[in-house]
């Protein structure tokens, strides 16, 4: 007979050795690549466009980016979000900490643009997109908006970093990990190939840095999808 521990160690999911997880963050990336090969045609469509449907259109293209691959390598490795530190322990400090980095980030990126950026998402199409279509469709739209640009977008930083720690074969633990280096120079290389310019990869640098290291630092990923969705796409007051 089969015990109730024994079961539910059984559904859990196994650990990933080096080689796998160096195969899901190829897949990962590739996924990526592939999503941004497509940008040039259908970036402008999605950015101008109007309406709930629009919302949804540029939520699902964002999506097809960072959370599909993803998705799709949980299933497989029967992972849960809990995993990756979307759990209650630690939150508090987690959350915390994506305080502190937002106010830090939205203070030099204020600074640099010599005007009060604090307003999250709003150079975000998507969020111009749901308040045209009226209360209360508008939250519909926001709340796509956030888990898209905010939540997945923010989870694809965290996977980036959990994997190739484990890659590497390093604990994931600490201000400066493999995965959080890596994961923000790979945020900031992206930005500049979009012609952003050197403060473009600054700014990415820093925000992929905040996203990676806040569960390296507290062992809780909340705080990571909270940065996320407080520093992008920053506007004035």
């Not at 160690?9 to 990526?32: E, G, K, Q």
């Not at 937002?102 to 307003?119: F, G, K, P, T």
């Not at 694809?156 to 923000?184: C, E, I, M, T, Y």
């Amino acid at each position: 007979m089969v015990h109730s521990s024994e079961r539910r160690s059984a559904d859990t999911a196994a650990p990933v050795n080096r080689r796998t997880a160096m195969i899901d963050l190829a897949i990962a990336i590739a996924f990526f690549v592939v999503c941004y090969a497509s940008e040039p045609v259908l970036d402008p469509l999605l950015r101008h466009g109007h309406g709930l449907v629009m919302v949804f259109a540029a939520a699902t293209y964002q999506f097809m980016f960072e959370g599909l691959a993803l998705l799709l390598i949980m299933l497989v490795r029967r992972e849960r979000f809990s995993d990756y530190g979307f759990t209650w322990r630690n939150a508090g400090k987690s959350v915390a900490l994506a305080l502190v980095l937002a106010a830090v980030y939205d203070l030099a990126m204020s600074w640099h643009a010599n005007a009060l950026l604090w307003i999250p998402l709003r150079r975000q199409p998507a969020v111009h997109m749901s308040l045209e279509v009226g209360f209360p469709l508008s939250l519909v739209g926001l709340a796509v908006t956030v888990a898209a640009w905010g939540f997945f977008e923010a989870f694809f930083g965290v996977f980036f970093s959990r994997r190739l720690n484990q890659a590497l074969g390093h604990n994931g633990r600490g201000w400066l990990s493999p995965g959080v280096v890596g994961f923000a120079l790979f945020n900031g290389l992206i930005h500049l190939t979009v012609h952003q310019g050197i403060s473009g990869f600054i700014g990415s640098f820093a925000s992929g840095y905040a996203i990676a290291v806040i569960p390296g630092v507290t062992e809780n990923a909340w705080g990571s999808a909270l940065v996320q969705t407080l520093t992008n796409a920053v506007g004035k007051l």
